[in-house]
DNA sequence: TGTGTACGCTCAAACGATTGATCATGTGAG
DNA sequence: CTCACATGATCAATCGTTTGAGCGTACACA
């Protein structure tokens, strides 16, 4: 391994030329005008030196780093693999690089601090809430930002997913099924995803003349999911379906039904937001609806790169929001 | 949202110092002999003006950009997860800044070419093989480097957990139970973790003074499991366990199980290396084999910030393995 | 009075790439 | 023969920080 701090001096010297010479091939300048003789010398010693430019002093120049953020609240949670892997090639494809980070014992406050002034020409937040002091951390840093499947409170800077939508194509699977006692999971109290979805729910319920079931909160987690689950079995009128507002808790909420000694979906069905490979391989396999998670985080880059600082965004992604159909859902006892 | 392009000429300004003891103030340099009282002008300045240091600027004198990458095959993959947040954590407690990035449709190769020089200053790498080219890639960006998990065939440039001892446990566990004829259900052909597992597995059935049951490979993946569980039930001698070497195969091993009609723990047990929340989550809860993963992530970025470029490092990291007995697991029908 | 030295700063040269301005040379037109 | 202009480059300022070296003043000591 050797230590290559080969500068475009380095690279100009070897091909007799200017350093401007060499940044303007290098950059494919349209005002250039060179040989080509010239402009082979030029790449041949950028190879045989192994030359890369220099991220640092190209930024100071330009003002630009050609990178992106990704900021999610937990690695752990699938559903943002999805995102992430849709902002990372789109990210790709025009030619910046998107780096995820979370906020692990630090909030986005300190992470800022830490990434510091001129590191990423943009961030984007996915699954933030609407924290204190959360806009306000973001404006100083004064590069551009957008929320992603969060409409947050304050601002107009948001893309999100169909998720009232996704609720109702959910409830009506399970009205189509037969059901008339169906229940739902939501998401957390302060989440915006949650509130669409309960908001889908409700709609759906009562398109379908239907009164809506018992509702509860928890989080997007399987020990969430699990608990509520408990309190819903509890109630006086077994609810014979539960419309789950996300993956994670419905796992856990499989579980919290087993463990009421039911059997799913023989004595009460489940459907959750969001897809999973995962999914099928749960016992019984989860029907979900699946959402454009990667086309979320696509579009969130190709936004952000052509962004300003005061530009607002709100956007409603169109995809395609389908049911898929697997093995816990199915007509109601009796 | 004000365009803030604060620089250390201002604050020097406002403060009506050089911008060397402002530089010397924030960097907290201990040659610095100043009066308590311009120090506090000089804070106060920064504050009032909101100024951060741009990094670029910063890293380009001090050839330092305090951060770290990390590079993973799939964030899809939740074992990364904890590998994540271990390293992260890590960083931010030495002032760097972690950021992770996948190969999404892109060799390591072409990822390295757009992070280019100088922007991070080592590079973490869990979960990738003995690609070709793949050590050459990483020598021409002159900066150190660490494989996580994967002990580099060409050099000695990594930190790997335990797994034969992992293996081990889960093997004992089998055997304490009762069980004789144990099956392997093992990771990809070309996977270091998935050599090592084996290598326990063998060595754990040889010092049970019995018979290595069938062994069949797959990839990380629960399809990849399903298939390979089927496999390994066609054989005459059905096994009444498996030792399955990865938790998301092992999802998909116990739907191919329940396929064959089988029904666990009561016809076949299933025991997989890494713990995840999930696990007790599916059904039957799933029982592993705890891994210090988090603390891979972080004893990984420990290395890199004290690391050369020629420096070597070989380690097979001590920290706790642990079998997590759930539902999955039983003595042998009969 | 001269000298040593500690204090509290300031000066200015880097770091490596970008880019508007400029310049030398050759060619064709008038 | 001169002017205009295209061609194919070069020049040099600039981005914002860091950091070794230097500088003025005050005070102590001989």
Redesign the pocket.
Known sequence: MKRS?V???DVAAMA??????V??V??K?P?????QE?RERVLTAIDRLG?R??VA??S????RAHMFGLFIPDFANPVYAEIIKGAESEAASQGYVLVTGSAIGAGLGEYMDRIG?GRIDGLLLAGAGDEAGLVEHLDRAAIPWIMLNNRSRSVERYVILDDERAAALAVEHLVRLGHRRIAHLAGPAGADTAGRRSAGYSAAMREARLPEGPIVAAGYTPAGGAAAMARLLDGPERPTAVFVANVASAIGAMEGARSAGLEIPRDVSIVAVHDLELASYLFPALTTVRMPLAELGRRGVTLLAGLKPDDKVAEVLAGPIELIQRRSTAPPPG
């Open positions: 701090r500068t475009l001096a007799r030329v200017d350093r401007a010479v940044s303007r290098i950059n300048d005002t250039l005008n060179i040989r010239t030359y430019p220099n002093a190209r100071l120049r330009t003002a002034q």
